[in-house]
Nanobody
Framework: QVQLVESGGGLVQPGGSLRLSCAAS????????MGWYRQAPGKERELVAR???????NYADSVKGRFTISRDNAKDTAWLQMDSLKPEDTALYYC????????WGQGTQVTVSS
């Protein structure tokens, strides 16, 4: 069982940056692939970025070159660095461990607006 707590969301202007953090507690963090998902109002939850236990990453096309996912297994923490933010990045962002049938955080709101 893993508990996930996100932080770092907020209001930012277009072109700005935010860094989301996901702190894990419980057992197993180092062996799980970690992911960041987001859900905008009226839309389905979508995968934004994913990192395996070995550090391999993949990104949604819409965020490639702007977002960076990372993790530190010694700290049981994962991050999502978001640069060059756009209004369409506005959503509730969720941390995930071990895929859609795995573990979820409660979400942190990211709003990109001038």
């Amino acid at each position: 069982q893993v508990q996930l707590v996100e932080s770092g969301g907020g209001l930012v202007q277009p072109g700005g940056s935010l860094r989301l953090s996901c702190a894990a507690s419980g057992r197993g963090f180092p062996i799980y692939a970690m992911g960041w998902y987001r859900q905008a109002p009226g839309k389905e939850r979508e995968l934004v970025a994913r990192i395996t236990d070995a550090g391999l990453t993949n990104y949604a096309d819409s965020v490639k070159g702007r977002f960076t996912i990372s993790r530190d297994n010694a700290k049981d923490t994962a991050w999502l660095q978001m640069d060059s933010l756009k209004p369409e990045d506005t959503a509730l962002y969720y941390c995930n461990a071990n895929g859609r049938l795995g573990f979820w955080g409660q979400g942190t709101q990211v709003t990109v607006s001038s």
